[in-house]
């Protein structure tokens, strides 16, 4: 199937993403068994789209969508176009922006419903004809409407909790408490849908007695967090976790510092995934943003990744905060691209989460040190129940 999508935005708004702009259009002609056929879509301001509404339509006021068919088939079907171009459409967000806000909707909502209605009207529909036409079309709107709510809730950035932070308190006393067991109880109570440790070699944090208990109390997913190290290797061959997160791992470090090096030594962790392979026990491989690790991840049989969050969320200003951001956004299309499933995490908060948890490339975020330090003030639950809703807001961006 070869669709060429072209999305331009003639203002920058933070509110968009092109990426995931183009996958919608894409879903939506798959929906409406277009295989083969181009479109374009510019996303724009009122004044733009009611000068293109006056030159027109004779309209001069702002619009919300204009579909400009590129030609008309012999008897109206997508069969009979001379051309393999189905047309433009027009949308303007700031109308777009209003009109969510008029009718209640999120801006996600909206904008998928203009691009279903500009969609409609290239492929022939037409309200405007008559009442009987009217129907027809909105009928299919509402088809397309509840299949694509269906299709993105599949689709929704899920959570997963690193709950080492907990157990690191406890062993600053020596103590029993907290115990990171029960603060993975509240996690999934409060909505996680993964609970993540980190057995590291030299047990600063998390104890074999945790993963033990964990793995029998988890019910959503034990993620092991693991360096590619021998004795580590055997007790998770053992311990069987629903993942293992394949991590480098030094004794001075005060946390993981980055992504795992797989390039370098691609034999020796294409080991571990084989045994792991064997064992039933998919492996993700923590990753710098680099297309070229993601790709040797990838040859060398990993499940998923998790990009590494840590630069983005460490670099200051605006200039190189969007670097590291897009960084991320190309590395999680080449992984999706090449078949892995994505996650990301490290230094994530409840300020900088937004735009990772837009993207949708990614399936899952592994966050716990701001989740934990906002605990302490909240409560545990609430901390995470916030971190939710940032997260599912996030997602209803375009
Ligand atoms: N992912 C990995 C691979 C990690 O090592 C960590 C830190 O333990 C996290 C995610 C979570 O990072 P943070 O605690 O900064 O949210």
Not at 53 to 82: C, M, W
Not at 90 to 116: C, D, G, P
Not at 118 to 133: I, N, R, T, Y
Not at 215 to 239: D, F, H, P, S, Y
């Amino acid at each position: 199937m070869s669709i060429d999508i072209t999305v331009q935005i003639s203002d920058d708004s933070p509110l968009l993403n092109i990426q995931k702009i183009k996958r919608l259009t894409r879903w939506l002609l798959n929906e409406c068994q277009v295989s083969d056929h181009n479109i374009s879509i510019l996303l724009t301001d009122d004044q733009k789209i009611c000068r293109l509404n006056n030159q027109y339509r004779g309209k001069n006021k702002p619009t919300n969508v204009l579909s400009f068919p590129f030609a008309e088939g012999a008897d109206g079907s997508i069969a009979s176009l001379p051309v393999k171009e189905l047309g433009d459409i027009v949308i303007s967000i700031e109308t777009a922006l209003a009109e969510s806000i008029l009718y209640n909707q999120t801006f996600h909502e909206r904008m998928s419903w203009l691009l279903i209605h500009g969609l409609l009207h290239l492929l022939g529909f037409d309200h405007e004809k008559s009442k009987k036409e009217r129907i027809k079309m909105e009928e299919h709107e509402k088809i397309l409407l509840k299949k694509l709510q269906f299709y993105r809730s599949k689709k929704m950035t899920q959570l997963a909790i690193n709950v080492d932070h907990v157990a690191t308190i406890r062993q600053a006393r020596g103590t029993v408490e907290p115990d990171p067991v029960t603060a993975a109880s509240i996690c999934e109570l409060a909505g996680a849908v993964g609970i993540v440790v980190h057995l590291r070699e030299d047990r600063r944090h998390i104890q074999d007695r945790d993963i033990h208990l964990l793995r029998q109390t988890v019910k959503t997913k034990l993620n092991l967090e693991m360096g590619a190290n021998k004795e580590i290797i055997q007790i998770a061959l053992k311990l069987k976790p629903d993942l293992i997160t394949l991590v480098p791992e030094k004794r001075q470090e005060l946390t993981t510092e980055g992504g795992l090096d797989v390039l370098s030594q691609k034999k020796k962790i294409g080991k571990v995934i084989d045994k792991m392979t064997k064992a039933s026990i998919p492996v993700s491989i923590f990753a710098d943003p680099d297309q070229d690790q993601l790709t040797a991840a990838h040859d060398i049989g990993a499940t998923f990744v998790e990009l590494h969050t840590g630069k983005y969320c460490d670099v200051k200003g605006e200039e190189a905060t969007e670097h590291e951001f897009q960084l991320i956004a190309e590395a999680a299309e080449h992984a999706s691209q090449l078949g892995l499933r994505v996650c990301a995490g490290h230094g994530l908060d409840y300020l900088n989460t937004p735009a990772i948890a837009a993207l949708d490339t990614i399936e899952e975020l592994s966050i716990g040190h701001a989740i934990m330090a906002r605990a302490i003030f909240t409560g545990l639950d609430q901390a995470v129940r916030e971190m939710l809703a940032i997260i599912q807001r996030a997602d209803y961006s375009i």
